[in-house]
C-alpha cells in the first residue's frame, strides 16, 4: 500500500526566511507521481507540482524549489525568502501509476506553515 | 487550465436529512472524478472512485448506501450524503481527471462544507 508522510505538523517562521517542507513516501510500484498541494484558509486545494517517478530533476518556480531524491524517497519543498501569503497547509500527495483512470492520490497528514511578518 | 466546479459550496441541514453535492467539470469530459472528505485540521481523505456509466469503488470504510454517488454523465458527479449526522460534518472535495494526450491531469473542486445540526 502507498503512503505519504509529512513529519512536520506545524512550522512557523518569519517573513524573508526559507522554509524546507519534508515528505516521505512509500510504493511498491516504480511508476508513480508525487505532487504538493497548497490549501489556504479558503479550503480550495492549489495544484503546485507534479512530479513522476523516472524524472529526479530538481525544479525551481520562482521561490518554490522541489528536490524529488528517489534513494531515499523524499519529495521536499523549499520556500525561499517565506512571505505572509504563502501561510497555508501544504500536502504532499503520491498517485500510483501513470495513466488510465486509476488516479487516485494518497495524500500525506499536511504541514501548516506560518509566516509571520 | 481546466475548471472543476461543486454546488453548493456550504450547506447547513438538519440531522436526518438528505443532502446532495454536484461536482462538475465545466470545460472537459471527466470518465473518472473522485470523492474526498476531509475533517478541521485533517487530511483528504478519498472516500470513492466513480466512474461514468458505471458504480462507484468506494474505500474500505465508507459506508456505500450512506454516500450515494451517481456519475450520470462525462460532466456531473453527485454524491448524496443521506439521513445525515452530524459526524458527517465535513468539508467533501470533488476531482475529476481529464485526459490531454497521454498524460491525465487531475483538477480539484474548491470544496462543499457541510455541517449537519
Known amino acids: 500500500a502507498q503512503k505519504v508522510t509529512q513529519a512536520q505538523t506545524e512550522i512557523s517562521v518569519v517573513e524573508k526566511e526559507d522554509v524546507t517542507l519534508d515528505c516521505v513516501y512509500e510504493?511498491?510500484?516504480?511508476?508513480?507521481?508525487l505532487f504538493w498541494y497548497k490549501q489556504p484558509p479558503s479550503g480550495e486545494l492549489v495544484f503546485l507540482i507534479r512530479?513522476?517517478?523516472?524524472?529526479?530533476q530538481n525544479e525551481i518556480s520562482g521561490r518554490y524549489s522541489w528536490n524529488f531524491q528517489k534513494s531515499t524517497s523524499s519529495f521536499n519543498f523549499t520556500i525561499t525568502a517565506s512571505q505572509v501569503v504563502d501561510s497555508a497547509v501544504y500536502f504532499c500527495a503520491l498517485s500510483e501509476g501513470f495513466s488510465g483512470s486509476n488516479y487516485k492520490l494518497t495524500f500525506g497528514k499536511g504541514t501548516l506553515l506560518t509566516v509571520n511578518p | 487550465g481546466a475548471v472543476v466546479s461543486q454546488h453548493p459550496s456550504w450547506v447547513i441541514c438538519k440531522s436526518g436529512t438528505s443532502v446532495k453535492i454536484e461536482c462538475r467539470s465545466l470545460d472537459f469530459q471527466a470518465t473518472t472524478m473522485f470523492w474526498y472528505r476531509q475533517f478541521p485540521k485533517q487530511s483528504l481523505m478519498l472516500m470513492a472512485t466513480s466512474n461514468e456509466g458505471s458504480k462507484a469503488t468506494y474505500e474500505q470504510g465508507v459506508e456505500k448506501d450512506k454516500f450515494l454517488i451517481n456519475h450520470a454523465s462525462l460532466t456531473l458527479s453527485t454524491l448524496t450524503v443521506t439521513s445525515a449526522h452530524p459526524e458527517d460534518s465535513s468539508f467533501y472535495i470533488c476531482?475529476?481527471?481529464?485526459?490531454?494526450?497521454?498524460?491525465?491531469?487531475?483538477?480539484f473542486g474548491p470544496g462543499t462544507r457541510l455541517t449537519v445540526t
Open positions: 512530479r513522476n517517478s523516472f524524472d529526479e
Open positions: 476531482s475529476a481527471n481529464s485526459r490531454d494526450g497521454g498524460a491525465v491531469e487531475q483538477y
Open positions: 510504493t511498491r510500484d516504480t511508476t508513480y507521481y
